[in-house]
């Protein structure tokens, strides 16, 4: 099942620029798109999200485009700093048929390392 | 700020035995999700609950598996006979209402089955 991808494993940035993490998914009934951020031996956290009748999300240094007819999500960071080196994984949601919550759909996530 | 607990951090367990994850969820908070992480894997999806009942469940799901909510605070992850490939780590989290999207994990705990 890889609905939700994130293509790159790791990304490396100098402190200070611009870290740009990618997300691809395939089901278009998709309507709700997050980014958690991971570090090793805790639970994700949450750092953003965007409805899909948005293209863009804005939250400090942090800025989540949609690009719905490419099915694409980007997480934008700057600038980078040493404290966002983590996995940070994309995760998508849908409206369920239930009466319950929805379940997330979670990318493989990507290893950042900011460098000084 | 509020936050998900989870009790054990680590469990190790020899196989066939049961086993009970605990997750204290953020007070006001009505949907809860277990999901699970095998290493070097992505982050599954295994069951959702609310009003004392499942709403969703995936494949990974089966009757090994079972949630309950058993005191009105503590959520409870129950699996009857660990198999080697349970081994992983389990994450609860919780959101206070179905039309908020997001979820809150807590920070899991580390299951080994030998």
């Known amino acids: 099942d890889q609905q939700v991808k994130q293509n790159s494993p790791s990304l490396s940035v100098q402190e200070g620029r611009i870290s740009i993490l990618n997300c691809d998914y395939t089901n278009s009934m998709f309507d709700y798109f997050l980014w958690y951020k991971k570090y090793p031996a805790e639970g994700p956290t949450f750092l953003i999200s965007?409805?899909?009748?948005?293209d863009k999300n804005e939250d400090g240094r942090f800025t989540v485009f949609l690009n719905k007819s490419a099915k694409h999500l980007s997480l934008h960071i700057v600038p980078s700093q040493p404290g966002d080196s983590a996995v940070y994984f994309c995760?998508?949601?849908?409206?369920?048929?239930?009466?319950?919550?929805?379940?997330?759909?979670f990318g493989t996530g990507t290893q950042l390392k900011v460098e000084l | 700020e509020p936050e998900v607990t989870q009790t054990p951090s680590h469990q190790v367990t020899q196989m066939g035995q049961e086993v009970i994850l605990r997750c204290v969820p953020i007070?006001?908070?009505?949907?809860f999700y277990w999901y699970r992480q095998i290493l070097g894997q992505k982050v599954e999806f295994l069951v959702s609950?609310?009003?004392?009942?499942?709403?969703?469940k995936s494949e990974i799901f089966d009757d090994q598996f079972s949630v309950e909510r058993p005191d009105g605070s503590n959520f409870t992850l129950k699996i009857r006979s660990t198999k080697l490939e349970d081994s992983a780590m389990y994450f609860c989290a919780t959101t206070w209402d179905r039309s908020s999207e997001t979820q809150y994990f807590g920070p899991g705990t580390r299951l080994l089955v030998l």
């Open positions: 007070s006001n908070h009505l949907y």
């Open positions: 609950f609310y009003n004392n009942e499942i709403s969703e």
């Open positions: 965007i409805s899909s009748i948005k």
């Open positions: 995760a998508a949601s849908r409206k369920g048929v239930t009466g319950g919550g929805n379940k997330l759909t």
